[in-house]
């Protein structure tokens, strides 16, 4: 693949990204499917393309897969705790299967993979890595050795477009998720102050002893004291 093709790829994932950052309702879990399927296309020998999730306690789900073998996949792992997804999320930034069938690292996850899936090669790209979260990109092939050079080189490209996407996505959903906890709270304090003819700073602060007295976040509080049927 030439430098050209390189830069091509580059540049419209740049785009997309500026894009999603111009978008104001972007459904996640829509974009990152959308991110995997234009991934899977422009990787040379990549049959298949996921996206695992997993925690630190070893949970592990799938966030994103353009065919069913990259939720069973996620699966095989949850199950065993082992793989070469959970491998790049957990531990490195890149992780290569070359050949399930004489893999000795995970052998019950590559076991498995022999058994239920026409999977044989892996790459994994690790996207973020937190305190209790981590995230990985992956490149399935069908046959043995599938992934040369160039494959390498532009799904590490994918992989830090999809990062960076990732990272948007998670601020804008925080700050929705704080958009509404304000609002609530603001509805809640209006409760206060007309039923106990209080001002906005005593509400507040009867909020807060109440939040820490039932140790319960103050935004569950508050929707409690808005919607009394509505249960977290």
Same mark, same amino acid.
């Given at each position: ?122 790459? #994994? ?13 992956? %490149?399935?092939? $069908?046959?043995? =050795? /599938? !992934? ?32 509404? #906890? ?13 039923? %106990?003819?209080? $001002?906005?700073? =005593? /509400? !507040? ?28």
């Amino acid at each position: 693949m030439s430098a050209e093709s390189l830069d091509s790829i580059s540049q419209q994932l740049a785009e997309a990204t500026r894009d999603l950052g111009r978008s104001s309702n972007a459904d996640p879990a829509a974009v990152l499917r959308h991110l995997a399927a234009v991934a899977v296309e422009s990787v040379p020998n990549a049959t298949y393309a996921g996206i695992t999730e997993a925690d630190a306690e070893g949970t592990v789900w799938n966030a994103a897969g353009t065919h069913p073998f990259a939720v069973l996949l996620d699966q095989i792992q949850h199950e065993h705790k082992q793989g070469p997804c959970l491998a790049a999320a957990w531990e490195n930034h890149t992780v290569r299967l070359d050949d399930m069938a004489s893999e000795t690292r995970w052998p019950d996850y590559c076991r498995d993979v022999l058994a239920q899936t026409d999977v044989r090669s892996v790459v #994994s790209y690790q996207l973020f890595t937190g305190p209790r979260r981590f995230g990985a990109l992956n %490149f399935y092939g $069908d046959t043995p =050795h /599938a !992934f040369t050079p160039q494959s390498l080189e532009v799904g590490l490209i994918h992989a830090t477009h999809i990062a960076i996407a990732w990272q948007m996505l998670t601020r804008d959903q925080q700050f929705r998720s704080a958009l509404a #906890s304000r609002d609530v709270i603001g509805q809640a304090k209006g409760i206060i102050m007309e039923r %106990f003819k209080v $001002d906005a700073v =005593h /509400a !507040f602060d009867l909020l807060k002893r109440l939040s820490q007295e039932a140790n319960t976040p103050l935004a569950d509080v508050a929707e409690r004291l808005v919607d009394p049927d509505h249960r977290r």
